[in-house]
């Protein structure tokens, strides 16, 4: 089973499984300031799930790419929607500062 560290924990999940659902279901603080309460709920739409992914996940989709195409996102930053992305084996998690996750202050990483 893949191992998520994000905010000081480590959470084993199934292959394939949704980024996003898995850090909420383990209670990790996904969304910075208001983004908790208006958020597009996954469907890849706000980018305010942007986190910075390393290890074996998806590729990312149409979607991913639109979204993070678009202001205040770069395509040039390395951050991934946690919405659009599947778990493939072992990660680590980083969020930044900023409502949609942009900022270059690091909020929480995998060690906590």
Known sequence: MPKVLAQ???IECNNGENLRKVLLKSGIDLYNGGAKVINCRGIGSCGTCAVQVEGEVSVANWRDQARRSLPPHSPTKDL???CQTQVLGD???TKFDGFWGQGSQVVWQSEG
Do not use: C, F, P
Request: hydrophobic share 45%.
């Open 80 to 82: 991934r929607l946690a």
């Open 8 to 10: 000081g924990q480590t």
């Open 91 to 93: 990660v680590k998690v």
